[in-house]
């Protein structure tokens, strides 16, 4: 049997892009046929998404078996609970967060919109599903891994919190302070839940949650994107308290929060033996 299992790390993040834009190409030309107006609205829309989150799990599950020669045990359907837990820590950080914002005087609640005004499947796809599972895929499942198998752990953290942020500064409202909170508390953060858990479902939990709930139900900006949520919520303080244009993400609360969490995480980590030392050498 024709083993990958020592194809340079770099050829195997390659051949992984390259099934990934397949996929994710045959998708929006799906999208296209479906809605010929262009997958920027609607049904194009919410299928594009829907067939690069396929491509990512495809072109994951063709990394991890076929080239890496092993069990998915990262994203094994028999781990799928972590998915919930990870819903549960986003949902309550994100809550947490706007909640101390909101008693500080950043927030005011203006009532609540009707339900039926809320389009949510779209929100629910492009909002939670598609950045919880793609970027997950790409930044904690290739980038992280292959970083921690070639660098060790402390410096995968770091190296795959400033990729994760750094994207983050081509977001509508960024600025190089929302990029570097976004570095520290985010990019931190989710490699700290993968870290503890092994686990892409809880770490896709955390990072879903955190957009659903910022997004479609407290109606906040997330990462500069706006949609209509359930509750009409407005800043009404300074913008460092609220995150302005950006969203609760640059908001010191958030930053302040999110930062201990993540310290507290990788501390937690390092005590309990969940860092590895570089497995690759260099040739």
């Known amino acids: 049997m024709t083993t990958f ?17 397949g ?13 010929p107006t262009g997958p920027s609205d609607g049904p194009g829309m919410i299928i594009t998404a829907l067939g690069l989150i396929v491509a990512a799990v495809a072109a994951y599950l063709f990394l991890v078996v076929v080239l890496e020669d092993r069990r998915p045990t990262e994203l094994a359907l028999r781990r799928w609970p972590g998915l919930l837990g990870g819903l549960l820590l986003g949902g309550a950080l994100v809550l947490g967060s706007a909640a101390i914002v909101w008693a500080l ?17 779209t929100d629910i796809v492009m909002t939670g ?13 290739v980038a992280f891994r292959y970083l921690e198998e070639w660098l060790g752990s402390w410096p995968a953290v770091l190296a795959s919190a400033v990729i994760f942020g750094s994207v ?23 490699a700290m839940v993968y870290l503890l858990t092994r686990s892409l479902w809880w770490v896709i939990g955390v990072h879903s949650a955190w957009n659903f709930v910022l997004s479609i139900i407290l109606g906040l900006p997330v990462s500069g994107n706006v949609n209509e949520g359930l509750l ?8 460092y308290l609220h995150g302005g244009a950006y969203g609760l993400e640059s908001s010191v609360v958030a930053f302040v929060l999110l930062s201990v969490v993540a310290f507290v995480g990788l501390w937690w980590a390092h005590r309990s033996g969940c860092m590895r030392v570089r497995s690759v050498r260099t040739r």
């Open 232 to 239: 009409i919520v407005r800043p009404t303080g300074p913008e």
């Open 23 to 35: 996929i994710g190409l045959t998708g929006l030309g799906v999208a296209h046929l479906v809605d």
């Open 168 to 190: 983050h500064i081509f977001a509508a409202g960024a600025t190089w302070l929302s990029t570097a909170a976004t570095i520290v508390e985010a990019g931190l953060l989710f």
């Open 105 to 121: 005087g950043g927030l005011a609640v203006d009532g609540i919109r009707p339900a039926g005004d809320i389009p949510w499947l």
């Open 5 to 21: 299992r020592n194809l340079h790390p770099l050829l195997r993040i390659l051949c992984f892009a390259v099934v990934f834009a």
């Open 129 to 141: 599903l598609f950045a919880g599972v793609v970027e997950e895929i790409l930044f904690r499942g």
